[in-house]
Each structure stands twice: as structure tokens, then as C-alpha cells.
């Protein structure tokens, strides 16, 4: 268990509605992912981040934005949801293992996001 | 680009059948390897990983093996349970750019029936 929390764990929202989705970890590490999960595609990264203040985009992050002021928390939004954005959102660490110099990431319980 | 491919799915076993899914991938650079669990309403749970070629990971019965020379990561296991019934996704990890990038398989849904 990396200690990842993520809130709400669902949520149902109407079309153009600004949405928010936060993640949370308790274990100070370096590197945090937002990805979403749909049949047929499996994960797909949004956006990630190195560190305070720190974000990349990943290969789907039109329509998404992401804040990290605090190690702990990594926030998602949607500025204005589309019924496309309807999906589940998975959130994850990065750790990294000195003996084996390899990542691991473990994943947070997911937010089921509905967009009507 | 990195990909993985897995077979589709779903799978349906009877309990303590054999199990075997496939996974396959590409990469230009030497990845690790996993293999993810996910139980109906839950994230994905790390079930096994590789570093190597050659490296054997094994958790809970499950077991995999790094074969660069075929590019696969095949998940096994003995005698399968009503419990394992879940979605099993491979995926190869790799540093690209300095941070962990990972490419996930589509997902295959396993169903174990008593």
C-alpha cells in the first residue's frame, strides 16, 4: 500500500461544468501520474509530475489541467467537462528501488467520473 | 514507440485450471516488466515484476518471465481460483525523458467458474 488516496470516488457532473479531482499520498515521493481508464485502451497517461510545481503533459491531456503546490497533492481538473471525459481516473507514485535501479509505479483506488 | 499487446479477452476457466495469458511487447530500450491486477471497483495492484532478461517474477502463484529474445512476458499459473477472477494487464516501463514512462496492455478480463 503506497498510502494514495484519491476524492471523490465518484462523481456525476453535467456538461461544461468545471470539475476537479484531488489525489493524495503520504509517503513524500518525487513523481505523481493522473490517468484515465476506458475499455479497449487500457491506461492512458494525462499528465504527470517531477515535483512541487513541476508538470508534463502525457499522450491524452486536451481538456485537462493539473496543479501540484504541495509533495502530497496532485489535482486534476477538467475547465469545462465534455461527455468524452467520462471515465475513470486513476492516480499513481513512481518509487524507485536503489538495488534493482527500477520504478514501480502503485496506483491510488480511482474516481468514476460521469459527465452527462 | 513502446507497445504491449495482450491477448483478448475475457478468459474463462473452471477452478484449478491452468492459466496462461499472453503478452507481448516492443520497446527500443531495455524495460521493465509487470504484470497489474484489478478487482472489480479497485485500482490496479502491482501483481509481479521483472527487471532483466531472464528474470522470473512470482506472487501468490502467478509467475513470469522476461524473454528478450521472444519480447514476451507470458503470466501462468498452476491451478487458478474463483478469487483470481479480475482484469490482469501487462505493461513495460522505461525512463524516457527522466521520468517513469509506462505503457500499458489492453487488459484481459479473467472469470474463474467453481
Known amino acids: 500500500d503506497a498510502g494514495i488516496t484519491q476524492s471523490p470516488r465518484h462523481k456525476v457532473t453535467e456538461t461544461g461544468t468545471p470539475v476537479t479531482l484531488r489525489c493524495h499520498q503520504t509517503e513524500n515521493h518525487r513523481y505523481m501520474y493522473w490517468y484515465r481508464q476506458d475499455p479497449g485502451h487500457g491506461l492512458r497517461l494525462i499528465h504527470y509530475s517531477y515535483g512541487v510545481k513541476d508538470t508534463d503533459k502525457g499522450e491524452v491531456s486536451d481538456g485537462y489541467s493539473v496543479s501540484r503546490s504541495k509533495t502530497e497533492d496532485f489535482l486534476l481538473t477538467l475547465e469545462s467537462a465534455t461527455s468524452s471525459q467520462t471515465s475513470v481516473y486513476f492516480c499513481?507514485?513512481?518509487?524507485?528501488?536503489?538495488?534493482?535501479?527500477?520504478?514501480?509505479?502503485?496506483f491510488g483506488p480511482g474516481t468514476r467520473l460521469t459527465v452527462l | 514507440g513502446d507497445s504491449v499487446t495482450q491477448m483478448e479477452g475475457p478468459v474463462t476457466l473452471s477452478e484449478e485450471a491452468f492459466l496462461t495469458i499472453n503478452c507481448t511487447y516492443t520497446?527500443?530500450?531495455?524495460?521493465?516488466l509487470f504484470w497489474y491486477v484489478q478487482y472489480p471497483g479497485e485500482g490496479l495492484q502491482l501483481l509481479l515484476k521483472a527487471t532483466k532478461a531472464d528474470d522470473k517474477g512470482s506472487n501468490k502463484g502467478f509467475e513470469a518471465t522476461y524473454r528478450k529474445e521472444t519480447t514476451s512476458f507470458h503470466l501462468e499459473k498452476g491451478s487458478v481460483q474463483v478469487s483470481d477472477s479480475a482484469v490482469y494487464f501487462c505493461a513495460l516501463s522505461d525512463r524516457s525523458g527522466g521520468y517513469q514512462k509506462v505503457t500499458f496492455g489492453t487488459g484481459t478480463k479473467l472469470q474463474v467458474i467453481p
Open positions: 520497446a527500443t530500450g531495455y524495460p521493465s
Open positions: 499513481a507514485i513512481s518509487e524507485f528501488r536503489e538495488e534493482t535501479r527500477t520504478d514501480t509505479q502503485y
